[in-house]
Antibody, heavy 118, light 111 residues
Framework: EVQLVETGGGLIQPGGSLRLSCAAS????????MSWVRQAPGKGLEWVSG???????FYADSVEGRFTMSRDNSINTLYLHMNSLRAEDTAVYYC????????????WGQGTLVTVSS | QSVLTQPPSVSGTPGQRVTISCSGS?????????VNWYQQLPGAAPKLLIY???DRPSGVPDRFSGSKSGTSASLVITGLQAEDEADYYC???????????FGGGTKLTVL
């Protein structure tokens, strides 16, 4: 059974850093295209970043240069390193597995809430 | 402002048919990129509902169907049920942005 479990969210001051984790089971992240998607309170879904099996990562313009997506294949876990956090980064962050041929998000985690506030 | 445009809300009574539209452009839906739909129940994570325009994952009732024409797509729900009350999002890939893009979401209310 495919499962994704995000952890690491919390309250952080503007300008701070945070690392989110996404533990995967039921498949190997090293072979799949994986993404982070966020949802601000009461708002819609926003794609944040993605990483292919080969390790190349891509980012939305809104987080380029501040966020870094990585993975540890040995423990089947994804990470989202977030720096220079802003109030507008406040959101529930979901990790998701993506079908790389047709770009659909077939499995989602339960999400972890990041609140950027002083 | 979302790249894909959806109506903020739709409503219907049990048993009715409702349609949710998703309008894109020549850099996403119009180029032939797959259109996908997600259902988000209150307080839950999104769930894949329709993929590649009209395919349903295992377990999704055939009351849900999708279609696409030109730069737009639609999600149709027939035989509306109370449990269908949720937010629905369309999604595609945008070649100009080199990014996955979502619609702003449509809140379905079952009256």
């Amino acid at each position: 059974e495919v499962q994704l479990v995000e952890t690491g969210g919390g309250l952080i001051q503007p300008g701070g850093s945070l690392r989110l984790s996404c533990a995967a089971s039921g498949f190997s992240v090293s072979y799949e295209y994986m993404s982070w998607v966020r949802q601000a309170p009461g708002k819609g879904l926003e794609w944040v970043s993605g990483i292919y099996g080969g390790g190349r990562a891509f980012y939305a313009d809104s987080v380029e240069g501040r966020f870094t997506m990585s993975r540890d294949n040995s423990i089947n876990t994804l990470y989202l390193h977030m720096n220079s956090l802003r109030a507008e980064d406040t959101a529930v962050y979901y990790c998701a597995r993506v079908n790389h041929n047709y770009n659909y998000f077939d499995y989602w985690g339960q999400g972890t809430l990041v609140t950027v506030s002083s | 402002q979302s790249v894909l445009t959806q109506p903020p809300s739709v409503s219907g009574t049990p048993g009715q048919r409702v349609t949710i539209s998703c309008s894109g452009s020549s850099s996403n839906i119009g180029t032939g990129h797959a259109v996908n739909w997600y259902q988000q129940l209150p307080g839950a994570a999104p769930k894949l509902l329709i993929y590649v325009t009209s395919d349903r994952p295992s377990g999704v009732p055939d009351r849900f169907s999708g279609s696409k024409s030109g730069t737009s797509a639609s999600l149709v729900i027939t035989g509306l049920q109370a449990e269908d009350e949720a937010d629905y999002y369309c999604q595609s890939y945008d070649s100009r942005l080199s990014a996955s893009v979502f619609g702003g979401g449509t809140k379905l209310t079952v009256l």
